[in-house]
């Protein structure tokens, strides 16, 4: 089993910055893919951004290609999403998971999840 947990969110005026971290722990986590979602109210859950396990790829939904980035740590253990140009639109429940192979926006590949950190963006 694979534990995630998501830190770093909060409130921030729009045109500005966050980052996020997932922590992940677990005797399965070896050679996970990880993924950031993100859910605002009443809509569904859509892809952000996914990082491979060797970090070499990663993938971004065109609404913020530009303005965020994914990367891990040497570790592994950590996942990050640097948030930049935010816009209230970005404003949602952020979650992290983690997949056996590299998924990218497939949501459904995902296993494992972790229980969402909240970013809201005014304007």
């Known amino acids: 089993q694979v534990q995630l947990v998501e830190s770093g969110g909060g409130l921030v005026q729009a045109g500005g910055s966050l980052r996020l971290s997932c922590a992940a722990s677990?005797?399965?986590?070896?050679?996970?893919?990880m993924g950031w979602f993100r859910q605002a109210p009443g809509k569904e859950r859509e892809f952000v951004a996914a990082?491979?396990?060797?970090?070499?790829?990663?993938s971004y939904t065109e609404s913020v290609r530009g303005r965020f980035t994914i990367s891990r740590d040497k570790a592994k253990t950590t996942v990050y999403l640097q948030m930049g140009s935010l816009k209230p639109e970005d404003t949602a429940v952020y979650y992290c998971?983690?997949?056996?192979?590299?998924?990218?926006?497939?949501?459904?590949?995902?296993?494992?999840w972790g229980q969402g950190t909240q970013v809201t963006v005014s304007s």
């Open positions: 998971a983690a997949a056996r192979t590299y998924s990218g926006s497939a949501l459904k590949e995902y296993d494992f």
């Open positions: 677990g005797r399965t986590f070896s050679s996970l893919a």
């Open positions: 990082i491979s396990w060797t970090g070499v790829m990663t």
